[in-house]
């Protein structure tokens, strides 16, 4: 199974949205929640180049956000990147 990291708010429609996208695809992931955590923040700017969340990260390699993951669903090329081994 892939490693998949996504970074956070608490209240985040975009979020949730991608979480559950995940949770239906039976992905576990690694949730990083950014609010009150500069550090992880700064770190998620650095990897990404955006401020918005959420950011999410499949093997390392950047996504993007909610809808690039929607993007990626729709186009069938989802699945194939949760079956890689993180």
Not at 57 to 84: T, V, W
């Amino acid at each position: 199974m892939a490693k998949v990291e996504i970074y956070t708010t608490p209240f985040c429609g975009y979020c949730a949205r991608a979480k559950g996208l995940l949770d239906a695809k039976g992905a576990a992931y690694e949730e990083m929640d950014v609010m009150e955590d500069a550090a992880k923040r700064a770190e998620m700017r650095e990897r990404s180049k955006r401020t918005t969340v959420p950011q999410i990260f499949i093997n390392g390699q950047h996504i993007g956000g909610s809808d690039e993951l929607s993007a990626l669903e729709r186009a069938g090329k989802l699945d194939p990147l949760l079956a890689q081994p993180g």
